[in-house]
């Protein structure tokens, strides 16, 4: 809809006037906060100047330390002055430049007056501090804007719900203080709007979305109601970034005590961290934390264990020879990642509470100070209504009493005293003045050397027992590495444990294979988490009780045993889990599979589920082209966006596919595309393929240790693109060799998905299934000449 040129004036001169108002108020705050920094820079020069200091009797001292405390305050109330100036004024730096995107006319019901709300990345008060000259997006009454257009509405607030009438919603692109772009729109927020956004180049940085939220994604910003909300979504549909808006929202309502450092973003991986760092600073909210699943199992694991990642992983799933060690190490993956093993390891500590708890004997210098046995022994004489890692920590007591009786007599053996003799001068005068720092105030005295040589004797042992007891203070008694490889020892105690006979396929496969590499102090990636969930069951949970929000993007990547993991580990959380079942690319089962797990997790009344199918990213031909390839596909709904139809090309061998993938990159270069991703199936195919052509063309090879995305031509394996998007991409070999199996479309679909404007596939010799199963009016085809 149009607006009159009129109205583009008038708006132009609200803009003027709104922004002249910021400029006059970010002088007046530079000067203010110019004064008082100043101001604090002097205070602290002259700290002591203005502190009268005198600690001759009591009296003074009190005087001289409230006299240093007046001072402190000072300082610190002009530096939280300083700090509060120094927001406002970024805030309005941001502002300024584009200080609202959004106006609605709205009228309430049983008031006279309709009310213009301009909708901007943050609120801004005229002076007269009362009058909103700008509404935060956040705001409750801003939801207007998302949710309605023109005609009945109502927004809630924490008094109830307003309703009205909405005579106008209009958009603005305002960049510099001047209103470049203006619509007038209906219900879905400015096609237009979007469609000028989407177009644009893509960022090595994900952007906001505040001035174009759609609707449904509005739902799962705003939505605050659920303990567990799932967000079931097609690839591009704006998952991730309702996500981060989402942090945003729950930051604003809950600002008086919810901080940046209570919601942690779990992300597919390390680069996607960087991806989407941008998008709070942007929006002048601090990041959240963020993390990958791996590195939080690195992190609890990583000493005592090499720790598979799950790209290495991912790697022997695609590449590995389809032999009898593939398929059991298949259904190992399969069965790790299961509800029923979680509900076997649950089993297994119910047993353990009765028998079968496996101990360390404790000793020192080669001599037990508490057997295998007696540990045990002592372990089940406690009250068998004590939780399990009570009892232990009842038995860390117990041990470390041992342990001091056992000291008692220690210091008389003959080493202590070879240890004495090979002292040397300054050690044994540290020795000494350690011990009388130790003993000061007791009654002995070193007046007898007998007992000097005793005490340095007792010093010594003392020491020595250090590291033992340490262990023994991170319960390294118990042997949780053999409690975990004794499920697969012990085929009668498994099946006990899960309660039937009816063990997963190559069961003993599984057993040999996951005994020889635990005994090589390695563990895959399928079993890190059953692995750590066990040890916290003996052990006791170590849980984060500071975390109010757990946001899981690509939730569909995690198995209901790693969410299930997730909830205890941070047992006051809220959990937001997005993924796409489509893009489930692990060998395991996905949490998204079913709903069920994810229901079960904290209960049907507190889960909610919302699905977005339509997806942003891509142009109406990809998303045409793409959403064939998986089941349910038919739903994904593109937006109404036009571009080149995919162009899939033929090539008859290895060296004609890299001279064509080298000239295309070359050409969408020179065509101005910043961002090309050459997609390969794996990191190896990846690295062959960058090492062919990074002498000729600018190239990034990206691994799994690649710390952040650059803009560029990058060659990618599939499995690290996901999450991000790139101009063009180029799919490297589709051919039926490479992706036909039912795992590979996923993968496949994945990494076609990653294309916003351009999507170009070449394969060598015969296609694969996944595409020419597709209608094939939806791409483009090239076969290889026929000479
Ligand atoms: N309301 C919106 N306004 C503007 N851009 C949007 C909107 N929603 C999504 N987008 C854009 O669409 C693209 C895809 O969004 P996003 O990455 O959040 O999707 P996703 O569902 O997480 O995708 P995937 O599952 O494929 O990784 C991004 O460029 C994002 O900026």
Known sequence: MNVTELEWRLEQERVNEVTNKMAGRMDTLEQEAGHVRTEVVNIRKHFWDDVSINVSTHEDRAETYSSMRQQAEVLSERERSYRQAAAVLGKLQRLIKSPYFGRIDFKEEGQELEERIYLGIASYLDEDEQTYLVYDWRAPISSLYYDYGPGSAAFETPVGE????????????????????MFDTGVTIGDELLQQVLSRSSDAQMRSIVATIQKEQNQIIRNDRSRMLVVQGAAGSGKTSAALQRVAYLLYKHRENLQADQMVLFSPNPMFNSYVSTVLPELGEENMQQSTFQEYLEKRLGTQFQVESPF?????????????????????????????????????????????????????????????????????????????????????????????????????EGWVEDRMELLEPEDYLRSYKRMRQARKGKEDTFDD?????????????????????????????????????????????????????????????????????????????????????????????????????????????????????????????????????????????????????????????????????????????????????????????????SGERPLVTSVLDCASLNAKVASDIEALQKNGYESIAVICKTAAQSQELYAELSEKLELNLVTQFTPTFEKGTLVIPAYLAKGVEFDAVIIYDASKEQYSRENERKLFYTACTRAMHLLHVYAVGELSPFILTQNPQTYQFEPFPVS
């Open 162 to 181: 307003i309703r009205g009438i909405m005579s106008l919603k209009r958009q603005f692109i305002i960049r510099d203080r001047s209103i470049r772009l």
């Open 312 to 412: 290495n992983q991912m790697e022997y799933v695609l590449t590995a020879a389809l032999d009898r060690t593939y398929l059991a190490r298949m259904s190992s993956i399969r069965y790790k990642a299961s509800a029923e093993y979680l509900a076997a390891l649950g089993g297994y500590k119910e047993l353990l509470e009765k028998e079968g708890m496996i101990f360390k004997p404790v000793r020192f210098r080669g001599r037990i100070i508490a057997s295998q046995k007696a540990i045990a022994e002592k372990f089940y004489s406690y009250d068998p209504a004590i939780r399990l890692p009570n009892r232990v920590v009842l038995l860390k007591e117990w041990l470390l009493k041992e342990i001091a009786a056992f000291e008692e007599q220690e210091w008389k």
């Open 449 to 641: 050397f007998d007992k000097e040589k005793e005490l340095l004797a007792r010093s010594i042992v003392n020491e020595e027992l250090k590291p033992l007891r340490k262990r023994t203070k991170r319960l390294s008694f118990v042997d949780v590495r053999k409690l975990y490889a004794q499920l697969f020892t012990n085929d009668q105690l498994f099946e006990r444990v899960v309660g039937t006979d009816a063990l997963p396929d190559y069961w003993q496969d599984i057993c040999r294979e996951t005994i020889a590499l635990l005994e090589k102090s390695k563990l895959t990636y399928e079993d890190a988490t059953p692995y750590l969930y066990l040890q916290e069951l003996i052990l006791g949970f170590q849980t984060n009780t500071s975390v109010r929000h757990v946001i899981v993007d690509e939730a569909q990547d995690y198995s209901p045993f790693q969410l299930e993991f997730l909830k205890r580990l941070f047992p006051r959380s809220r959990m937001t889990a997005l993924g796409d079942l489509n893009q489930a690319i692990y060998a395991h089962s996905s949490a998204l599979a079913d709903i069920e797990p994810l229901t079960a997790l904290y209960g049907p009344e507190q889960t909610e589920l919302i699905r977005l199918t339509r997806s942003y990213r891509s142009t109406q031909q990809i998303v045409e082209f793409t959403r064939g390839m998986v089941p349910g596909g038919d739903l994904i709904e593109p937006f109404n966006r």
